[in-house]
């Protein structure tokens, strides 16, 4: 699941995510040199995950966002609008650059994992 990017760096929910799935991405991140935060939520519990659907049919999930202490606000505010003047660019494009360099981790080793 991608949720709330743009907001500041790229960080990732360690206890909506696949351990497995998880730690490949924080590798991947650690590859492309950039900062990875392993960020939960106390108002966790405000934000609808979709994710959960596919987490009971035991199928891996791993939870991508940019939410901070400081951008927390937006957590259940429904008339939040991601306005292009107050998105962090760089930090949504670094999301994008670890983003496609997961998802060619992925292509080359899950066959070969047998996942």
Known sequence: RLDYLGLGPTSAWGSRSDPNLFVDFVSTADAVELDLVARDFAGGALIHDHSRAFRWYGIPT?????????????????KFDMNPETMDVDGYYDSYRLLTAYLGYLDETLDARKL
């Not at 791993?62 to 505010?77: A, K, M, P």
């Open 62 to 78: 791993l939870y991508v966002h940019s939410l901070s202490i400081s951008t927390e606000r937006v957590i259940g505010d429904k």
